[in-house]
């Protein structure tokens, strides 16, 4: 789930960007210098700055537990 649809938008105009997007997000989380575990607290953290409730709630590792996110 998305907080804005612009980004399917342009997608739907411009696949070829989609596809390098999504590879620059896999090559991030592959070969990345963050574990998981920290990963995921950061993405947490930007998800709550942005105010983004779909990635406020979604869970990407077991390895953060609710009193983490608290």
Do not use: F, Y
Not at 29 to 35: F, K, P, S, T, Y
Not at 40 to 56: F, G, M, N, S
């Amino acid at each position: 789930m998305l907080s804005t649809a612009v980004p399917v938008q342009v997608w739907a105009h411009r696949p070829a960007i989609a596809l390098s997007w999504l590879r620059t997000l896999e090559e991030m989380h592959v070969n990345g210098l963050l574990d998981a575990r920290l990963r995921e607290l950061v993405r947490l953290k930007i998800a709550a700055i942005t105010a983004c409730r779909a990635c406020q709630l979604a869970r990407k590792t077991d390895t953060v537990s609710e009193d983490d996110v608290a």
